[in-house]
């Protein structure tokens, strides 16, 4: 599938997907979360694709919120309809097998940041700037960002950015809990790939059921978390990456995954 909007890039099992409409910070229009939908869907059917980095085109932004310009004429109907699109992409970044990092390269605003809240984990730029500004909009925000930020950092931290409509830098984010790391602005995507490399080398049905655990788990009772955990660690034993890894480990040689 062709995409207006999305540049898409992959290398050994890692793609970069990089939003890509500089000349509005990267805005978030009905028609980019439905090629990011597309996308996302096909990448995670793709098994040649382990890890998939998101990033936002040119120096500025990652993305500056949804398209303000377009949301102004959006009816309440209309307006519904676009908030339970943007969050079945988060839920869907949620529900792949695949891990997916935000590298935030400028400004995570509104939409932007809902989507980088979706991901695995967020690596900032010193560029990075966080923020909900929806209240000076008149509105909240409408991609789950207030329930994944509550749930990550805690509901107090979370009432005072969303409350306050104020912009945090990334050594911020960082001390918050909502960036795991934070790098030069060039340093940003060749450490984001780094990582993604160190996952894709592990055994892809690991990590796949690791994230189903952790995601899965969060709306559970930490008991039925454990068993569902329980359940997962149970069934790779069914698999050849089990037996690769574990073998390759008393054989005292590097596993060679095939993520079955
Ligand atoms: N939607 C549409 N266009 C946007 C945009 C957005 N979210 N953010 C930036 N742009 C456009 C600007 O209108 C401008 O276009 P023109 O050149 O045609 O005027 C261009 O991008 C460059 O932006 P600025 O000139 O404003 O750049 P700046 O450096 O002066 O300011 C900024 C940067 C602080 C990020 C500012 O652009 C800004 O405040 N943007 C809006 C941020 C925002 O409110 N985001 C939340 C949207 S609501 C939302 O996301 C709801 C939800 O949860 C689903």
């Avoid at 996302?40 to 500025?60: F, H, I, M, R």
């Avoid at 209309?78 to 969050?87: D, K, L, V, Y």
């Avoid at 060039?186 to 952790?214: N, Q």
């Avoid at 009772?221 to 574990?246: I, N, W």
């Amino acid at each position: 599938m062709e995409f207006k909007n999305l540049l898409i890039e992959s290398s050994d099992g890692i793609t970069t997907l990089t939003i890509n409409r500089p000349q509005v910070l990267n805005a978030l229009n009905s028609d980019v979360v439905r090629e990011l939908e597309c996308a996302l869907y096909e990448l995670d059917l793709d098994a040649a694709v382990k890890v998939v980095v998101v990033t936002g085109a040119g120096e500025k932004a990652f993305v500056a919120g949804a398209d303000i310009k377009e949301m102004s004429e959006l009816t309440s109907f209309e307006a519904h309809e676009f908030a339970r699109r943007g969050q079945r992409l988060m839920l869907l970044i949620n529900r792949m097998r695949k891990p997916v990092i935000a590298a935030v390269n400028g400004y995570a605003l509104g939409g932007g940041l809902e989507l980088a809240l979706a991901c695995d984990f967020i690596y900032a730029s010193e560029k990075g700037k966080f923020g909900f500004p929806e209240v000076g909009l008149g509105v909240i925000p409408g991609f789950g960002g207030t329930q994944n930020l509550a749930r990550l950092i805690g509901p107090n931290k979370a009432n005072e950015l969303v409350f306050s409509g104020r912009i945090i830098s990334a050594a911020k984010a960082h001390a918050w809990g909502m960036v795991n790391e934070v790098f030069a602005q060039e340093e940003l995507l060749p450490k984001a790939l780094e990582t993604a490399r160190e996952i894709a080398g592990k055994g892809a049905l690991g990590v796949a059921y690791a994230k189903d655990a952790i995601v899965s788990g969060l709306s559970m009772t930490k008991e039925d978390g454990c068993r569902y955990e329980a359940s997962l660690f149970g069934v790779l034993f069914a698999t050849g990456d089990q037996r690769e890894g574990m073998g390759a480990f008393l054989e005292k040689r590097t596993a060679e995954f095939k993520g079955k």
